[in-house]
C-alpha cells in the first residue's frame, strides 16, 4: 500500500450522514468511532486548560514568593489566552481537517505539561517563564472551538445534539478529573527518580508539585496517536477561512454567541471561581473536598440531557434553562453570610450544584439550536443554492458558529472570577456580581423567547 493510498483511506469522499440508510450502514459506526476518539482528547485538553488554577495555589507554598496581583495574573492568563485562542481555532478544522488537526491540537498540550513539570522544580525560575506557561495552558481551552466543529460534520440533524453534548460534556469533565487527580498527584512521587525531587515545605513536608504536569504526558501520546490512525477527514468539509468567515456577518451568530456565554461562560467562570467564592465566604470549609463536584455535575449534566433538546427543541429547553438559572442565583444569594449571619452552606452548595447542571442543560441546548437555525436561514439567504449545496452550506456554516460562539463564551473563565474580586473589593460581598449575572440570565431569556421560542418566532428551533 503506498504512502497515497494510505492517506485517501482516512479521508471520507462519500458522506451523506442525512442520508437513513447510509447512516445506518456506514456513516454511524464511523462517526461513533471518531466520536469517541474526540472526546478523551477533548478531556485531556481541559484538564491542561484548568491545571494551571491548582498549580498557581501551590507556587507560594513551594517557595515562589510572588505578590497577590502576580498571582492573579498567572490564573487569569489561561482563560484570556484558550478564549483569544479558540477564535482562531474555529476556522482550523475545515482547513487542516479534523485528523490532523485534533492530532496537532492535543501534541501541543506537551509543552505547558512538560514544561510546568520542569520549572516548578527551580525555585529561581523567572517569572516571564511562568507568564507563558500560563499563556500555554490556553493552549487546552483553544481545542474545544475545533473539537466541537469537526463532530459537527458527522452527525445527521436527528443526532447532533446528542452527539455535541456528549463530546462537550465528556470533554468538560476534564475539569472535574483534573481538580480531583492533581491535588492527589501532587502528594507523592508517582514517577520516582525520572519525576525528580519533591518541594519541601516550611512545616517539613513534601510536594511534588510536577506531577500536575507530568501526569498528563503519557495521556496526551495516547491521545495524539489515537487521533492520527483513528479518526477522518471528510473531504466536503473542507473550506477555506474566506468561505467561512460569512459568519460574521450572520446576525444570529452574535446572537447565539451572547446565549452561549450564558450557559459554557458560566459553567467555565463558575468552575474557575468556585473554589475561591467558597474559601472567601466559608473559611472554615475545606474548599478541595468540594471544588471538584460542580464541574462533575456541569459536564456529566450537558452529556446527558443533549437528547432532551433532540425532542423538545433547543430553544424552548433553553429559554426554562435561564429561568431556572435565575432562581438558582437568587438561591446562592440567599444563602451567602451577610451581616452577622453566618449563611448556610450547604443551602448555598446545593444551589450552586443546581447551577452547575443547569449550565450543562443549558450547554447542549444552546449548540443544539445552532444547526436548526442556519437549516432555515441559508435557504433565505442564499437562494440560489440546490438542495444539495444549500444542505452543505448549512453544515459549514453551523459547523463555524459553534466553534466561534465557543471562543466568545469562554471569556468567561476570566470575567467570572474577576467580576467575584472587583465586587468584593467595592462592596465587601460578592452580591453585586451574582445579581449581575441573573439580570444577565434574564436579558437572554427576553432574547431566546423573541427570536427563538415564542409563537410565530422567525426562527423557531
Same mark, same amino acid.
Given at each position: 500500500?503506498? *504512502?497515497?493510498?494510505?492517506?485517501?483511506?482516512?479521508?471520507?469522499?462519500?458522506?451523506?450522514?442525512?442520508?437513513?440508510?447510509?447512516?445506518?450502514?456506514?456513516?454511524?459506526?464511523?462517526?461513533?468511532?471518531?466520536?469517541?476518539?474526540?472526546?478523551?482528547?477533548?478531556?485531556?485538553?481541559?484538564?491542561?486548560?484548568? *491545571?494551571?488554577?491548582?498549580?498557581?495555589?501551590?507556587?507560594?507554598?513551594?517557595?515562589?514568593?510572588?505578590?497577590?496581583?502576580?498571582?492573579?495574573?498567572?490564573?487569569?492568563?489561561?482563560?484570556?489566552?484558550?478564549?483569544?485562542?479558540?477564535?482562531?481555532?474555529?476556522?482550523?478544522?475545515?482547513?487542516?481537517?479534523?485528523?490532523?488537526?485534533?492530532?496537532?491540537?492535543?501534541?501541543?498540550?506537551?509543552?505547558?505539561?512538560?514544561?510546568?513539570?520542569?520549572?516548578?522544580?527551580?525555585?529561581?525560575?523567572?517569572?516571564?517563564?511562568?507568564?507563558?506557561?500560563?499563556?500555554?495552558?490556553?493552549?487546552?481551552?483553544?481545542?474545544?472551538?475545533?473539537?466541537?466543529?469537526?463532530?459537527?460534520?458527522?452527525?445527521?440533524?436527528?443526532?447532533?445534539?446528542?452527539?455535541?453534548?456528549?463530546?462537550?460534556?465528556?470533554?468538560?469533565?476534564?475539569?472535574?478529573?483534573?481538580?480531583?487527580?492533581?491535588?492527589?498527584?501532587?502528594?507523592?512521587?508517582?514517577?520516582?527518580?525520572?519525576?525528580?525531587?519533591?518541594?519541601?515545605?516550611?512545616?517539613?513536608?513534601?510536594?511534588?508539585?510536577?506531577?500536575?504536569?507530568?501526569?498528563?504526558?503519557?495521556?496526551?501520546?495516547?491521545?495524539?496517536?489515537?487521533?492520527?490512525?483513528?479518526?477522518?477527514?471528510?473531504?466536503?468539509?473542507?473550506?477555506?477561512?474566506?468561505?467561512?468567515?460569512?459568519?460574521?456577518?450572520?446576525?444570529?451568530?452574535?446572537?447565539?454567541?451572547?446565549?452561549?456565554?450564558?450557559?459554557?461562560?458560566?459553567?467555565?467562570?463558575?468552575?474557575?471561581?468556585?473554589?475561591?467564592?467558597?474559601?472567601?465566604?466559608?473559611?472554615? *470549609?475545606?474548599?478541595?473536598?468540594?471544588?471538584?463536584?460542580?464541574?462533575?455535575?456541569?459536564?456529566?449534566?450537558?452529556?446527558?440531557?443533549?437528547?432532551?433538546?433532540?425532542?423538545?427543541?433547543?430553544?424552548?429547553?433553553?429559554?426554562?434553562?435561564?429561568?431556572?438559572?435565575?432562581?438558582?442565583?437568587?438561591?446562592?444569594?440567599?444563602?451567602?453570610?451577610?451581616?452577622? *449571619?453566618?449563611?448556610?452552606?450547604?443551602?448555598?452548595?446545593?444551589?450552586?450544584?443546581?447551577?452547575?447542571?443547569?449550565?450543562?442543560?443549558?450547554?447542549?441546548?444552546?449548540?443544539?439550536?445552532?444547526?436548526?437555525?442556519?437549516?432555515?436561514?441559508?435557504?433565505?439567504?442564499?437562494?440560489?443554492?440546490?438542495?444539495?449545496?444549500?444542505?452543505?452550506?448549512?453544515?459549514?456554516?453551523?459547523?463555524?458558529?459553534?466553534?466561534?460562539?465557543?471562543?466568545?463564551?469562554?471569556?468567561?473563565?476570566?470575567?467570572?472570577?474577576?467580576?467575584?474580586?472587583?465586587?468584593?473589593?467595592?462592596?465587601?460581598?460578592?452580591?453585586?456580581?451574582?445579581?449581575?449575572?441573573?439580570?444577565?440570565?434574564?436579558?437572554?431569556?427576553?432574547?431566546?423567547?423573541?427570536?427563538?421560542?415564542?409563537?410565530?418566532?422567525?426562527?423557531?428551533?
Amino acid at each position: 500500500m503506498n *504512502v497515497q493510498t494510505r492517506q485517501n483511506r482516512y479521508i471520507l469522499t462519500d458522506w451523506r450522514p442525512e442520508d437513513n440508510r447510509f447512516w445506518d450502514t456506514t456513516g454511524a459506526s464511523v462517526a461513533s468511532r471518531n466520536l469517541w476518539i474526540s472526546i478523551p482528547c477533548l478531556l485531556l485538553a481541559f484538564s491542561v486548560w484548568m *491545571v494551571w488554577s491548582v498549580v498557581v495555589a501551590k507556587l507560594p507554598a513551594i517557595g515562589f514568593n510572588y505578590t497577590t496581583g502576580e498571582l492573579f495574573w498567572l490564573a487569569a492568563l489561561p482563560g484570556l489566552s484558550g478564549a483569544t485562542l479558540r477564535i482562531f481555532y474555529s476556522f482550523m478544522v475545515p482547513i487542516f481537517g479534523g485528523r490532523l488537526w485534533t492530532t496537532l491540537s492535543t501534541a501541543s498540550l506537551l509543552l505547558p505539561a512538560i514544561g510546568i513539570g520542569f520549572a516548578v522544580q527551580t525555585p529561581d525560575t523567572p517569572y516571564y517563564i511562568f507568564l507563558i506557561l500560563a499563556l500555554l495552558c490556553g493552549l487546552g481551552g483553544g481545542n474545544f472551538a475545533s473539537s466541537m466543529a469537526n463532530i459537527a460534520f458527522f452527525y445527521p440533524k436527528k443526532s447532533k445534539g446528542n452527539a455535541l453534548a456528549l463530546n462537550a460534556g465528556l470533554g468538560n469533565l476534564g475539569v472535574s478529573v483534573m481538580q480531583f487527580a492533581v491535588p492527589m498527584a501532587i502528594t507523592t512521587s508517582v514517577f520516582g527518580v525520572l519525576g525528580g525531587d519533591g518541594q519541601t515545605l516550611s512545616d517539613g513536608g513534601q510536594l511534588w508539585v510536577q506531577n500536575a504536569g507530568f501526569i498528563w504526558v503519557p495521556f496526551l501520546i495516547i491521545g495524539s496517536i489515537a487521533a492520527w490512525f483513528g479518526m477522518n477527514d471528510i473531504a466536503d468539509a473542507k473550506a477555506s477561512f474566506k468561505e467561512q468567515s460569512v459568519i460574521l456577518k450572520r446576525r444570529h451568530n452574535w446572537i447565539m454567541c451572547i446565549l452561549y456565554t450564558g450557559t459554557f461562560g458560566s459553567f467555565i467562570g463558575y468552575s474557575a471561581g468556585f473554589p475561591l467564592l467558597m474559601k472567601t465566604q466559608f473559611p472554615s *470549609v475545606d474548599v478541595l473536598a468540594f471544588a471538584f463536584l460542580g464541574p462533575l455535575v456541569g459536564a456529566l449534566s450537558r452529556a446527558a440531557t443533549g437528547w432532551i433538546s433532540d425532542r423538545f427543541g433547543g430553544g424552548r429547553v433553553t429559554l426554562w434553562t435561564f429561568i431556572a438559572m435565575i432562581a438558582a442565583v437568587i438561591g446562592v444569594l440567599h444563602y451567602l453570610p451577610s451581616g452577622n *449571619v453566618p449563611g448556610d452552606f450547604w443551602g448555598f452548595f446545593t444551589c450552586f450544584m443546581a447551577l452547575f447542571f443547569l449550565t450543562g442543560v443549558g450547554n447542549a441546548s444552546t449548540f443544539q439550536m445552532i444547526p436548526s437555525i442556519m437549516r432555515q436561514e441559508v435557504p433565505r439567504l442564499m437562494p440560489t443554492l440546490d438542495g444539495a449545496a444549500t444542505l452543505k452550506q448549512a453544515e459549514r456554516e453551523s459547523a463555524a458558529i459553534i466553534a466561534f460562539t465557543s471562543a466568545i463564551a469562554a471569556y468567561g473563565a476570566f470575567f467570572i472570577p474577576k467580576a467575584y474580586g472587583t465586587s468584593i473589593g467595592l462592596t465587601g460581598g460578592p452580591e453585586a456580581a451574582l445579581w449581575l449575572f441573573a439580570a444577565f440570565y434574564a436579558v437572554c431569556v427576553v432574547i431566546t423567547w423573541a427570536c427563538y421560542a415564542r409563537k410565530g418566532a422567525k426562527v423557531p428551533c
